[in-house]
Every structure is written in structure tokens, then in C-alpha cells.
């Protein structure tokens, strides 16, 4: 059974920092992709940004130069980290995997498996 964990969401200030871990189960990464998206009230859900079992990642234009993502294999977590935080990055941040081996930043409604989402609230 594939399964999706997000972790270490809370409430920061604007300009500060949080690393969120997405920890998986249930599929090997090699045939995956994995994306974070978030999803504000209101709005529709977006991807964030995204990497592959080979470690090529792919950002959305709004967090570039902020946030990164990174995986460790050995613990079968994806990392997003975060800092420079805005309030506009408030949102409920999920993590997906997708089957297949093509571009990771894709369409919400092409994710496979979908984590239960982690808050994330920056006060101005």
C-alpha cells in the first residue's frame, strides 16, 4: 500500500524558515516521481516543486531561490525546505508521487498518491 506522510508544518514569520519532510512507503522510488504542492483557501491547488529519483528537480517560479527540495533514499523521505518565507506562501502543503519516469512537476490531477497535507502559516 503506497503511502504518503507529510510532516513539520506550524506557524513562522515572514522571513523565517521551516523544513518539511515527506516520508513514503509502499513503492520504490526508482519508478516515481515526487512533487510538493500546496493549496491556499480559496485557491486552487498548485505545484511548488519536484524531483526525481536522480535527483533532477524542477521549481515553480514563485519559490525559486527560496525553497529546495532534496530526497534521502536511505530513510525514503523528500524534503522541502523552505526560508524567505511570505505570507503568501500560507497554504496546506501536500507531497505526491506519481508512476513513471517523465517530467515530476505535473498536474494535480495526474498524481497517483497524495499525502494527508501539513499546514503552513507565515504571519506578516
Known amino acids: 500500500e503506497v503511502q504518503l506522510v507529510e510532516s513539520g508544518g506550524g506557524l513562522v514569520q515572514a522571513g523565517g524558515s521551516l523544513r518539511l519532510s515527506c516520508a513514503y512507503s509502499?513503492?520504490?522510488?526508482?519508478?516515481?516521481?515526487i512533487a510538493w504542492f500546496r493549496q491556499a483557501p480559496g485557491k486552487e491547488r498548485e505545484g511548488v516543486l519536484c524531483?526525481?529519483?536522480?535527483?533532477?528537480?524542477d521549481y515553480a517560479d514563485s519559490v525559486k531561490g527560496r525553497f529546495t527540495v532534496s530526497s534521502d533514499n536511505a530513510k525514503n523521505t523528500v524534503y522541502l525546505q523552505m526560508k524567505a518565507l511570505k505570507p503568501e506562501d500560507t497554504a496546506l502543503y501536500y507531497c505526491?508521487?506519481?508512476?513513471?519516469?517523465?517530467?515530476?512537476?505535473?498536474?494535480?490531477?495526474?498524481?497517483?498518491?497524495w499525502g494527508q497535507g501539513t499546514q503552513v502559516t507565515v504571519s506578516s
Open positions: 509502499g513503492f520504490t522510488f526508482d519508478d516515481y516521481t
Open positions: 505526491g508521487a506519481t508512476p513513471g519516469w517523465g517530467p515530476c512537476m505535473v498536474r494535480p490531477g495526474n498524481v497517483g498518491y
Open positions: 524531483i526525481t529519483n536522480e535527483g533532477v528537480t
